[in-house]
């Protein structure tokens, strides 16, 4: 019996991509234990993809370099960037053909890792090897599959490419944002066997955007838990009720002019803060030379070069919500990227001015 597309699809399983979003040592790996195991209560298949375990840990180090001699922040946010593409190219082959081997890619993410989420995606379709090309119809379809998407999350473009994914292969997507202060995170991070500096987990806490279903419409299906505590056995409900909605309602392909405009948006705003950013650190990187040049004190030049970093993560972190919400609604209108990064960077020098003076006399002062 030959079976049409639409045939195969209904009786494959039904498959939710869950993002699970918030700091370091918030317990988002705690949670996907628990939903692993509560998955197997109710039927379902589950896949955790941890992105700690997927990518080298010195790249999703967010801490600001102190000196222009460092490695330039924008070669490994490049190679950070690329190691997220690459394990979103693994979810994808995933969800395309699960049963197939996953081809070379550039950055490669840790095989071991690979091999078992695609044996955990297996449910869909038939196993490698086998003489069937399709399920027989009398079978039942498969269990449905929760893909627990373990990573920080902390913009809300990073949860959109996961979005993007879903939609167009017409699965079902959620998010949950575990939330927890950031001083119990960084003590749960010290009890960890190879924690994380605690700078780096403050640092996050400022960039952090939890989702936001008023301001962004693709985030309606989400949830937020709080993991000061325990995890009770209502917030596992209340995630379960999310994941549910989710596979019972798979995202259509179709892209409506809307969430086009939106995802232009958040390029636009991706181009602006990464450019604003590079013209900041060379202010920063002049000013520090000019500063070592008047023989300011080594514990000085510490001191100054943490205010900068401080001041111009707080001045993207503002520049990224200004821009995000002054950008052009009406289909047809532009941005001058070059102009907005221009006065942008006008207004973090004179921020600049200001840090400097505190540290060099009045006839010293960097102009």
């Given at each position: 019996?030959?079976?049409?597309?639409?045939?195969?699809?209904?009786?494959?399983?039904r498959?939710?991509?869950?993002?699970?979003?918030?700091?370091?040592?918030?317990?988002?790996?705690?949670?996907?234990?628990?939903?692993?195991?509560?998955?197997?209560?109710?039927?379902?298949?589950?896949?955790?993809?941890?992105?700690?375990?997927?990518?080298?840990?010195?790249?999703?180090?967010?801490?600001?370099?102190?000196?222009?001699e460092?490695?330039?922040?924008?070669?490994?946010?490049?190679?950070?960037?690329?190691?997220?593409?690459?394990?979103?190219?693994?979810?994808?082959?995933?969800?395309?053909?699960?049963?197939?081997?996953?081809?070379?890619?550039?950055?490669?993410?840790?095989?071991?890792?690979?091999?078992?989420?695609?044996?955990?995606?297996?449910?869909?379709?038939?196993?490698?090897?086998?003489?069937?090309?399709?399920?027989?119809p009398?079978?039942?379809?498969?269990?449905p599959?929760?893909?627990?998407?373990?990573?920080?999350?902390y913009y809300?473009?990073?949860?959109?490419?996961?979005?993007?994914?879903a939609?167009?292969?017409?699965?079902?997507?959620?998010?949950?944002?575990?939330?927890?202060?950031?001083?119990?995170?960084?003590?749960?991070?010290?009890?960890?066997?190879?924690?994380?500096?605690?700078?780096?987990?403050?640092?996050?806490?400022?960039?952090?955007?939890?989702?936001?279903?008023?301001?962004?419409?693709?985030?309606?299906?989400?949830?937020?838990?709080?993991?000061?505590?325990?995890?009770?056995?209502?917030?596992?409900?209340?995630?379960?009720?999310?994941?549910?909605?989710?596979?019972?309602?798979?995202?259509?392909?179709?892209?409506?002019?809307?969430?086009?405009?939106?995802?232009?948006?958040?390029?636009?705003?991706?181009?602006?803060?990464?450019?604003?950013?590079?013209?900041?650190?060379?202010?920063?990187?002049?000013?520090?030379?000019e500063?070592?040049?008047?023989?300011?004190?080594?514990?000085?030049?510490?001191?100054?070069?943490?205010?900068?970093?401080?001041?111009?993560?707080?001045?993207l972190?503002?520049?990224?919500?200004?821009?995000?919400?002054?950008?052009?609604?009406?289909?047809?209108?532009?941005?001058?990227?070059?102009?907005?990064?221009?006065?942008?960077?006008?207004?973090?020098?004179?921020?600049?001015?200001?840090?400097?003076?505190?540290?060099?006399?009045?006839?010293?002062?960097?102009?």
């Amino acid at each position: 019996m030959n079976l049409n597309e639409d045939s195969v699809n209904a009786m494959c399983t039904r498959i939710c991509l869950c993002v699970l979003c918030g700091l370091p040592a918030a317990g988002k790996s705690t949670l996907a234990q628990a939903v692993n195991s509560h998955s197997v209560q109710r039927g379902w298949r589950s896949a955790v993809i941890s992105y700690d375990d997927l990518i080298p840990g010195d790249a999703f180090n967010v801490k600001e370099v102190e000196d222009e001699e460092d490695i330039p922040r924008s070669q490994t946010q490049t190679e950070w960037k690329c190691h997220r593409q690459a394990v979103l190219r693994c979810v994808e082959q995933f969800l395309q053909s699960p049963t197939e081997q996953l081809p070379p890619i550039i950055y490669q993410i840790n095989s071991d890792a690979r091999s078992r989420l695609l044996h955990a995606a297996q449910v869909c379709g038939t196993p490698v090897g086998s003489s069937q090309a399709y399920p027989s119809p009398s079978d039942r379809p498969p269990p449905p599959l929760v893909i627990l998407l373990d990573d920080n999350f902390y913009y809300p473009s990073m949860r959109y490419e996961v979005y993007q994914l879903a939609r167009k292969h017409s699965v079902g997507f959620c998010q949950v944002y575990v939330h927890c202060p950031v001083e119990s995170c960084v003590r749960r991070n010290q009890l960890r066997p190879q924690p994380l500096p605690s700078d780096v987990i403050v640092e996050m806490a400022k960039r952090m955007e939890p989702p936001n279903p008023q301001r962004n419409s693709w985030e309606q299906n989400s949830v937020t838990l709080d993991s000061e505590h325990h995890f009770t056995i209502e917030y596992i409900q209340r995630l379960v009720k999310v994941i549910s909605t989710a596979l019972e309602n798979p995202l259509s392909p179709v892209q409506d002019n809307a969430e086009q405009k939106e995802a232009d948006r958040q390029s636009c705003v991706s181009s602006v803060v990464h450019q604003a950013d590079q013209a900041c650190r060379r202010l920063v990187s002049q000013a520090m030379q000019e500063a070592r040049e008047h023989q300011l004190p080594p514990e000085r030049m510490r001191s100054l070069a943490a205010d900068f970093n401080e001041s111009k993560t707080r001045f993207l972190q503002d520049l990224r919500r200004q821009v995000l919400h002054g950008l052009p609604l009406t289909q047809g209108e532009g941005v001058e990227v070059e102009r907005v990064v221009s006065r942008a960077v006008d207004v973090f020098n004179r921020e600049k001015q200001e840090i400097i003076a505190r540290y060099l006399p009045p006839y010293d002062r960097i102009k």
